[in-house]
Structures are given as structure tokens and as C-alpha cells.
């Protein structure tokens, strides 16, 4: 099964929001919808950035990593805003 690292951004005030996930269509559709409560407040959101991993625990890692300083930063070259 693949998991996939998620980047969506804020259409409201440009907030980016870092997950993982084996669905990436129905994730989107469940934040937009106001089933995630975290990104409620904020939505409508758009998919920004996508990777691919073969493991959850790969995913698990890379979001952790996009949560960091330098990961901000590495995200920063990659969405163009």
C-alpha cells in the first residue's frame, strides 16, 4: 500500500497544513467538508505539495520532518505562493 505526505494551503489566509495519508482525495474532501477539526476554521483548502512513500512509518517521518524549522524552510522553495 502507498501513503502519501500531503501539503495543503489555506484559500483563506494562506496557512499551510502538513498530513498523511493512503487516500489522498478523501482526506482533502473530509477537510474541506469540516470533518477535521483542526483545519475547520480555515477551509477551504487546496492541495499544494504531494509525496509518496511505501511505508506509513516513511509518511509518519516526513510530515514530522515538514513540522521542523528546516522543514518549513525546505517547503518554502517547493510552494510558490
Known sequence: ???FV???ESEIDGR???GQTSDVAKRIAE???GKTKSTKGYKPWKLVYLETFGTRDE???RVKYFKTGSGRE???TKVIK
Open 31 to 33: 477537510h474541506n467538508s
Open 59 to 61: 509518511a509518519v517521518l
Open 74 to 76: 525546505f517547503l518554502k
Open 6 to 8: 500531503y501539503i495543503l
Open 16 to 18: 499551510l497544513y502538513k
Open 1 to 3: 500500500m502507498e501513503y
